[in-house]
């Protein structure tokens, strides 16, 4: 751990040297605390951030590193570069090189054509937003003309998305009747430029309408858990192997938003192929797996009401050719609320954003309130609740956001900016 | 010259050639909203907010807006606070006054362009004592205009017009504006609330002239019912500099300009 900072701390002072005295460097220090509202009343997180942002800009190139540091009480520190590329300016073209997020799409809080940075779930939704996509080591160019815009990605090696670990409550673990036994061997993907991820978007920005059509051939961010039944050799006991195993995915897609008398109407969808779906066999134990193409998509509308911005989505994923042995569901779907307001000269701010599953009847509400004291100073209070439909009688890790009905928490944060 | 609509210099109307004796409030309100103008401006604006207790918070905007035939385009990058610094807003308004303004914003923490409502034109701007509908255009069909007195105010001699909207539910029950005769700069603006009883005053205090157009620096609005005002200096003004249409585009919002 030491020597990745030493390293990091050397690698920006190079660069800095490279470019000179007028380096911009801006960032945030933030302590956050969260308790459980259940009764071991349990700290949901305890953590001190201090993030820094290095900025060079010059006609022709420019640079850009975010180092953050990540301490928890009786843990080692948590160093790491969120991004770190290099620009390069032409007429009509930049070309960015290094670590970097690339966010795509138009939808908020869920992640449908949005599939370039892979994503940090270790506290499943709650991180905000700018910590919750983890940057990728890649090679992007953009092509302008007029207001439109041709990107290409590419992404040498994959990098999945950050799980919870399995001790952490924000794992999701499938229980079974007999033991388990997981098998990591398959896991991680080849580093060559065979295993490589592209991905392709052409975007337009005009009056009537803003629009993404894009395309990418790439590893799927969340592993499919291969199950298989097993005896173990000595013990002569049966067992299931659990493999995790990234599957490659080609995905067409496309996003759009447009104003209509003041509000904003927006959408956005892909189509997957080759996604691998778990399914039951006939002991109802999920050892299959089927291979099926995959729509998933949104529709959202955003307004005011009076000083009160409202937002509201619309998600459904659906399985196509559908049979019945899949242990998801055909249709799965999502519907989305955010309501917020600024008050005292948008000083406080208070905000309800709200996830509701609608096939599980379940759902995540998070009400915050946030205050600037100062400039630059803003403390929050805010509450996660997760609410479960109890006529069920487990959890059951189908449901998304009921599965997590005792993670219930109030947290506070207080955050500097400079 | 092409008509430039500076937004948070509305109401610093100037320079006709000739007017009439007998005028009527639309003649009045029509040679403020014409008056000639710079075909593009840009400019770093700094916005100091205080409140009742005297305690002051300051906003700092770079800027760049373009006339464009339609109407105009504006780009406005947030330099301070801290907290919202790149940050940046592009706004595309129009002459016609049936087609809603387009707008986007791009939030660095999110690291994507949204395009946004543009119904809320009664906000605040940044917590400021203005509200977007403050800072642009109304077309001149909006409101009815009518000339309720001739004063003297600092020494110029003004046209005092009344405007009440056409609208129901509009924020201003009406508003009264001190045109300076000849020059057509609004010099002052009172805000009548619904209740007509008087919210907000706007007052310009400096203006200089750039290639042969006078700009308005320095204004002040304040909110004489809580005791707020708010006050916004530009510098570092440059107009008719042939700003290029890329620079309106989702390319510079996400990156600053150098």
């Known amino acids: 751990m030491r020597y990745r900072f030493i390293l990091i701390i050397v690698s920006l002072f190079s660069a800095l040297s490279l470019f000179g005295q007028n380096i911009e460097i801006d960032g945030y220090a933030r302590s956050y605390i969260g308790v459980l509202t259940n009764d071991t009343h349990d700290y949901s997180i305890l953590q001190n951030t201090f993030d820094l942002k290095f900025h060079k800009g010059l006609s022709k190139a420019g640079f850009f590193a975010n180092p953050y540091v990540y301490q928890y009480p009786n843990q080692n520190i948590n160093i790491d570069l969120r991004e770190a590329y290099v620009d390069l300016y032409f007429d009509n073209m930049d070309l960015r090189i290094g670590k970097q997020q690339i966010i795509w799409g138009k939808a908020d809080g869920v992640f449908i054509t949005d599939l370039v940075s892979p994503k940090d779930l270790s506290e499943f939704l709650l991180r905000d937003f700018e910590e919750i996509r983890t940057g990728i080591t890649s090679i992007k160019a953009d092509y302008y003309f007029g207001n439109n815009t041709v990107e290409c990605v590419w992404i040498p090696v994959f990098v999945p998305t950050k799980m919870p670990d399995e001790s952490s409550r924000w794992s999701r673990i499938p229980t079974f009747l007999i033991p388990t036994q997981t098998d990591y061997s398959m896991k991680d993907i080849p580093e060559n430029t065979d295993e490589s991820e592209i991905f392709f978007k052409y975007s337009g920005m005009t009056s009537a309408l803003d629009y993404e059509v894009l395309a990418g051939s790439f590893y799927e961010d969340d592993p499919t858990i291969h199950i298989e039944k097993k005896v173990d050799p000595v013990a002569g006991t049966p067992f299931l192997q659990l493999t995790p195993q990234h599957h490659r995915l080609n995905m067409i897609g496309g996003s759009f938003s447009t104003d209509i008398k003041g509000k904003v109407f927006r959408g956005e969808g892909a189509y997957y192929t080759g996604k691998v779906f778990p399914a039951m066999d006939s002991y109802d134990i999920p050892t299959l797996t089927l291979d099926k193409d995959y729509l998933y998509y949104l529709l959202g509308f955003d307004f005011n009401i009076g000083e009160t911005k409202m937002s509201t989505q619309f998600i459904q994923k659906a399985i196509l050719d559908y049979e019945s042995s899949i242990v998801a569901e055909e249709f799965d779907n999502t519907i989305t609320f955010l309501m917020s307001r600024n008050c005292l000269r948008e000083t406080l701010t208070a905000q309800l954003f709200t996830y509701i599953g609608l096939n599980n009847s379940d759902a995540l509400i998070r009400p915050s309130l946030s205050y600037d004291f100062s400039d630059g100073f803003e403390i929050s209070l805010g509450a996660n609740l997760f609410y479960r439909n109890e006529t069920s009688v487990e959890p059951d890790i189908s449901e998304m956001f009921g599965y997590f009905d005792t993670n219930d928490m109030f947290y506070t944060k207080v955050k500097f900016s400079f | ?258």
């Not at chain 2, 016609?96 to 690291?111: F, N, R």
């Open chain 2, 1 to 258: 010259m092409k008509k430039f609509k500076i937004s948070v210099v509305l109401l610093m109307a100037f320079a006709s050639l000739s007017f009439a004796d007998e005028m009527s409030g639309e003649q009045v309100i029509s040679n403020v909203y014409n008056r000639p103008s710079s075909n593009d401006l840009q400019a770093n604006l700094t916005m100091e907010l205080k409140n009742s207790q005297g305690n002051t918070r300051v906003r700092e905007i770079k800027q760049f807006v373009k006339a464009i035939p339609e109407g105009e385009k504006k780009i406005m990058y947030f330099v301070a606070p801290a907290d919202v610094k790149n940050t940046s807003f592009m706004n595309w308004s129009y002459d016609d006054a049936s087609k809603s303004d387009d707008q986007w914003i791009y939030l660095p923490a999110l690291k994507k362009i949204k395009r946004i409502s543009s119904d809320s034109k009664s906000d605040s701007f940044m917590g400021s004592d203005f509200t977007y509908d403050d800072l642009g255009d109304r077309a001149l069909s909006d409101d009815t205009h009518s000339i309720i007195r001739e004063e003297t105010l600092d020494k110029k001699d003004c046209y005092v017009v009344e405007s009440v909207s056409k609208q129901d539910n509009y924020m201003y029950s009406r508003t009264l504006t001190w045109v300076e005769k000849g020059s057509w700069i609004g010099i002052k603006k009172e805000f009548y609330d619904e209740d007509d009883e008087l919210l907000k005053v706007l007052r310009v205090l400096a203006s200089e002239t750039l290639d042969g157009v006078i700009i308005i620096t320095n204004t002040t609005m304040e909110n004489v019912q809580n005791g707020h005002s708010t006050t916004m200096t530009l510098k570092d003004i440059l107009v008719n500099k042939g700003l290029d249409d890329s620079l309106f585009t989702e390319r510079m919002m996400k990156r600053a300009p150098r």
